[in-house]
């Protein structure tokens, strides 16, 4: 969906207070139509963000068919509030971003995506070989790249062992500093500090303190998010956006579903 006449770029970094909470859908785990409908719910339950992605093999196809059928559902959606007079269009004015593990999983349907370089990979591959590889297909099909940088923390998860990261560990307060530092000399709006989805446990709140000493990123945080406690103290510490995938991917129905959202949105803007 198009998002009216501002980017994606500015609807994410604007106005960061209350945080904002970002659900993230793993085209992997479900059919576009799930997708969809969880989607949806989650805008409904005030989620402002989608991210479509999370794991490392999930063909093109996939992926587009999942950006697509979430595309349109709220383009339904808006349409049906545009035409009740208590309807809020804006409610579906909702940016679909890829949130992806490489060059392979992308989609001209999507508004934008987290164009990242894994800034504390080992690997050159994550750093700079991926985003060669995309940036040619990005720029024909004009997906807007939100420039970020994504530091994998303690625990890290499979995306720290994939993506060969020298985990950022909870004490290591002033080299999160350095690499917040770097990814705003290098220019990115964005800095992403990633747990590890499913992590044992999230980011640790020194790590976001002291990251968000550094003025003018926006901080996205994500991974291991699993109460409305971790979200708290998450958006306490600075972040701007939180993350879940997990918490939501396994709720056993709809009902539980809406009920999880609503307590982890809830939690953002309790402070
Ligand atoms: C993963 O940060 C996201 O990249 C979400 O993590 O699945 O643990 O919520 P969870």
Redesign the pocket.
């Known amino acids: 969906m198009h998002v009216g006449e501002t980017t994606v770029l500015e609807k994410v970094r604007r106005g960061t207070h209350p945080a904002r909470h970002v659900t993230?859908i793993d085209p992997a785990k479900q059919s576009p139509e799930t997708a969809a409908q969880r989607a949806m719910l989650a805008v409904e339950s005030g989620s402002r963000m989608v991210f479509v992605g999370?794991s490392t093999d999930t063909p093109d196809k996939i992926v587009h068919a999942t950006c697509e059928a979430i595309q349109e559902a709220f383009e339904l959606r808006m349409f049906a509030a545009s035409q009740d007079p208590a309807g809020d269009e804006s409610q579906w004015d909702v940016p679909v971003v890829l949130?992806p593990g490489g060059a392979h999983a992308l989609s001209p349907a999507a508004d934008a995506i987290t164009f990242m370089m894994l800034m504390n990979s080992t690997k050159r591959e994550f750093l700079v070989g991926e985003q060669i590889r995309g940036a040619p297909y990005l720029a024909k099909f004009g997906v807007e790249a939100l420039p970020t940088g994504y530091v994998v923390c303690a625990p890290g998860g499979r995306?720290g062992e994939v993506g060969a990261a020298e985990l950022i560990q909870s004490t290591d307060v002033d080299l999160v500093h350095a690499y917040a530092l770097c990814a705003k000399m290098y220019g990115f709006s964005l800095l992403y500090l990633?747990?590890?989805?499913?992590?044992s446990s999230p980011v640790h709140t020194d790590l976001i303190k002291k990251a968000r000493e550094v003025e003018g990123l926006t901080l996205i945080v994500?991974?291991?998010?699993?109460t409305s406690s971790d979200v708290e103290a998450a958006v306490k510490a600075g972040a701007d956006w939180v993350?879940?995938?997990?918490?939501t991917?396994d709720a056993a129905s709809m009902d539980e579903l809406r009920s999880r959202l609503q307590s982890l949105v809830g939690a953002c803007s309790s402070n």
């Open positions: 993230l999370g949130f995306v990633e747990a590890g989805s499913g992590a994500g991974g291991g998010l699993r993350v879940t995938g997990t918490v991917e």
